[in-house]
């Protein structure tokens, strides 16, 4: 959909319908109830420029607007969404909004390559950063003296901490700073960061948006439309485009995105809870678990806990990767928000931060069985610590 185009969203529709209604066809007799793939790179131009809308394959295709319309009205923009060919291409854009020399705000626990993006604007564009402990809502509103741009995740990758995006969005405003949330753990059906004063949300579509593990792409969403220009303006110039083929199938993902979350969430918090008296398990982060550190936070301003959890392993990082080995079921990889149970200890990557254990492993948990799940993790944690937990 072109920024012009109308964008209105009915508000009294419940995500988990938009889902499935969002960047539909118009209703014609005989015409199709979804979008077809649209497979070129040139159109047929106007005599002159402006008569047209299209104009090249890098600027606009017909099959990336009903992902965007759909994704700008979860998210309850005023505005289509944008889509990339990637998520770090989607985080890149988003970052580009801060000036060369700018002060960035961020957690000290992110997405590893966005941490590893913004080493490499220290060294090219002189960027400031200050990393953030989010959980400590005045620690981190004190570091937005001067600061440009607040980069935010809630809950953080890999640490599951929750922020308090209300007030940390609205102290950014009053320091003049734009926000920015990483929105691909929790996605619009459990957070709308828009509603809660944030500028702009990113996502890594490949992950629950896609939901198969079969896509790699991106998207970013805002309301306001010199944001919006200057995000496409970034996208079409980089190149960073996302193929037709690769945003049909996102949209294909997004319509059952509701019941796969709805499923993956419930057994993450099952599985929580009976992690978290396993004799082999240090300790357990996951927001629905009512003594962890983001909890009340989470409740407050989340629809829900989302699909991630992650665990200290008794025993260190050797421990830790013996657990991995002997699962069956859940697959050892890096990725998230699939069918598929994942699970990953994160300090394996050179560019993980310290302050994340050796020993934490992510468990992205997929649609399975929750019992077989279960019984999976608890062989091979029995196998750390003799004894089976009940």
Request: glycine letters at 8%; hydrophobic letters at 45%; charged letters at 20%.
């Amino acid at each position: 959909m072109q920024p012009n185009a109308d964008h209105s969203h009915p508000g009294d529709i419940a995500p988990d319908t938009l889902v499935v209604s969002a960047g539909r066809p118009p209703r014609v007799t005989d015409q199709p109830v979804n979008h077809p793939i649209v497979l070129t790179s040139t159109y047929f131009g106007a005599v002159a420029p402006e008569e047209g809308e299209r104009v090249y394959g890098r600027y606009s295709n017909p099959t990336w607007d009903p992902l965007e319309e759909a994704l700008g009205q979860l998210e309850r923009a005023a505005l289509p969404g944008l889509v990339y060919a990637s998520g770090m291409a989607a985080v890149a854009s988003a970052m580009s909004l801060a000036p060369a020399g700018a002060v960035l705000v961020i957690p000290r626990h992110s997405y590893n390559g966005s941490l590893s993006l913004v080493q490499d604007l220290i060294v090219r564009t002189g960027l400031e950063v200050r990393l953030a402990d989010i959980e400590d809502t005045e620690a981190t509103l004190s570091l937005l003296d001067g600061a440009d741009m607040l980069w935010l995740e809630s809950p953080t990758n890999p640490m599951l901490e929750v922020a308090d995006l209300r007030a940390l969005a609205a102290g950014a405003r009053a320091a003049g700073a734009l926000t920015v949330v990483d929105n691909t753990f929790s996605t619009p059906l459990l957070q709308r960061p828009l509603e809660l004063g944030a500028d702009v949300v990113v996502h890594s579509a490949t992950k629950y948006i896609g939901g198969h593990s079969d896509v790699v792409l991106g998207a970013v969403v805002t309301s306001d439309p010199q944001l919006r220009a200057s995000l496409q303006r970034h996208r079409t110039l980089h190149g960073a485009i996302a193929g037709p083929f690769e945003a049909w199938l996102t949209l294909r993902g997004l319509r059952t995105m509701a019941l796969r979350i709805d499923r993956s969430s419930a057994s993450a918090a099952e599985l929580a809870r009976r992690l978290a008296d396993h004799p082999a398990i240090e300790s357990v982060r996951y927001p629905g678990l009512p003594g962890d550190p983001g909890h009340a936070r989470a409740a407050a301003q989340m629809d829900g806990f989302g699909s991630i959890l992650a665990v200290c392993v008794a025993g260190g990082a050797e421990a830790a990767e013996r657990m991995l080995t002997a699962l069956r079921l859940w697959t050892p990889a890096t990725s998230l928000g699939g069918v598929e149970s994942l699970a990953e200890r994160r300090r394996r990557h050179a560019s993980e931060p310290e302050s994340v254990p050796e020993n934490l492993v992510r468990l992205s948990v997929g649609i399975e069985n929750v019992e077989d799940l279960w019984n999976d993790l608890r062989r091979a944690l029995d196998a750390l610590a003799p004894g089976p937990a009940a």
